[in-house]
């Protein structure tokens, strides 16, 4: 079983209610650091405009780049659930090998001297639990869920695409997407 996100792209209104959330829940300080962000996109010329957001996180993929990269063995995958998970007392402070083999850009450090890697861990606390994901929980236009990713599929299919979104094709990340279409509309 991998477990993985859903994003409906075509209702994202770019609230930030998923970024807030998810910092206040692991107390992450205000600043540069967020394990869930949103980018805002546009292009055209007017009458065909694009306006779309992309809320993100590490995607916790089949094949993720961020392993083989970290040269402390810090970052590991669950078997049982895909999650990609980061042992923080092995990370090596500022080291951001990471980060640069990541295409999502998920890995985030710290401004702080000595910083250490962080990321999404799909909030593990609360899926022990049986309960939400804050950022799911939260989304007021209810854009995002979670869940395994067989089931996430059979729901709402198998876009693996979506506006601003660049996969490199070969990590495989663990996300379904409902996309922005130019004229508006859902795909």
Sequence with gaps: MRIGFYFDQSRCVGYYTCVVACKEWHNVPAGSVSWRW??????GKFPIVLLAHLSLSCLHCSQPKCIPACHSDAITKRAEDGIVVVDRERCMPNC??????????????????????QKCDLYLDRL???????????CPLRALDTGPLEELERRYGTVRTATGFSDPGDTEPCIVFDPRRRDGQAC
Excluded at 38 to 43: G, K, S, Y
Excluded at 101 to 108: F, G, I, L
Excluded at 128 to 138: D, N, Q, S, T
């Design 96 to 117: 951001s090998f990471c980060l640069e083999a990541c295409p999502y850009k998920a890995p985030h450090f710290g401004d702080e001297e000595g910083a250490l890697m």
């Design 128 to 138: 022990v639990e049986g309960r939400k994901h804050i950022c799911v929980e939260v």
């Design 38 to 43: 949103v980018d805002t996109l546009e292009e």
